[in-house]
Every structure is written in structure tokens, then in C-alpha cells.
């Protein structure tokens, strides 16, 4: 499972915010929407996304061990 909680403490860190992102050309808005939902993305895109903040991408996504279905 991914999560993108980790950019959320990023861009507060960086004083910065999705939309900031978003008016600066790094994602579009449905990326925006991804990062929300916890939905995947392209390395790519989070490439562009650790350039513009100056971090690692561990400052941007962590993957999150699979909750096992409940029968």
C-alpha cells in the first residue's frame, strides 16, 4: 500500500503546499487528486516531485505493508 503522508510533513517543512505544486507545473490536479486518495503515480512524477522540494523520495512516499482481506 502506498502513502503519501510523508509529503504532507514535507511540504509543511518546505512552507509549501499541493497547489503551489500544481501553479508551478511539477503535477497536474489529478496527480493532486492521486497523492489524496493514496493512489499510485509515476516514478517520473515523483522525480519532479523531489527536485522541486529539495528531499529524498522517502520525504515523499512510503509503502505501507497490505492489509490482508477480512473474511
Avoid at 9 to 20: E, G
Avoid at 34 to 54: H, I, M, P
Wanted: aromatic share 6%; charged share 25%; hydrophobic share 35%.
Amino acid at each position: 500500500m502506498i502513502s503519501y503522508a510523508p509529503l504532507a510533513a514535507t511540504l509543511v517543512k518546505k512552507k509549501k503546499k499541493r497547489v503551489d505544486m500544481i501553479r508551478d507545473g511539477v503535477i497536474t490536479r489529478g496527480t493532486s487528486t492521486k497523492f489524496a486518495k493514496s493512489e499510485y503515480t509515476t516514478l517520473q512524477t515523483l522525480d519532479r516531485v523531489c527536485q522541486y522540494l529539495g528531499c529524498q523520495i522517502q520525504d515523499v512516499v512510503e509503502i505501507l505493508p497490505d492489509t490482508p482481506a477480512s473474511d
